[in-house]
């Protein structure tokens, strides 16, 4: 059964951080490449960074040298961490798994976000 389960989202001040986590079972981990995306109410849903199965990581501008994706093969998870957060990164957060051969994708439940004084 595949599973992608993100976890660490929460109430945080702005100027904080947080460390979002998926965690990921039922498929072969190191053949897909694993995205983050958000999305806030009334809004579409934003991609935020990737991770590929060489390790390679893209970001969306507005995330950049904020927001760190990483991911542990052995562990069969990605991280997400993120400082600096503003009210606007108010979300939830969504993992996806995509497979870089077939382009099969997985989605998780997602975590919200929020960031409020």
């Known amino acids: 059964q595949v599973q992608l389960v993100e976890s660490g989202g929460g109430l945080v001040e702005p100027g904080g951080s947080l460390r979002l986590s998926c965690a990921a079972s039922?498929?072969?981990?190191?053949?897909?490449?694993m995205v983050w995306y958000r999305q806030a109410p009334g809004k579409e849903r934003d991609f935020l960074a990737r991770?590929?199965?060489?390790?390679?990581?893209l970001y969306a501008d507005f995330v950049k040298g904020r927001f760190t994706m990483s991911r542990d093969n052995a562990k069969n998870t990605v991280a997400l961490q993120m400082n600096s957060l503003k009210p606007e990164d108010t979300a939830v957060y969504y993992c996806?798994?995509?497979?870089?051969?077939?382009?099969?994708?997985?989605w998780g439940q997602g975590t919200q976000v929020t960031v409020s004084s």
């Open positions: 996806k798994a995509r497979n870089e051969y077939s382009g099969g994708e997985y």
């Open positions: 039922g498929f072969t981990f190191s053949h897909y490449a």
């Open positions: 991770v590929d199965s060489a390790n390679n990581t």
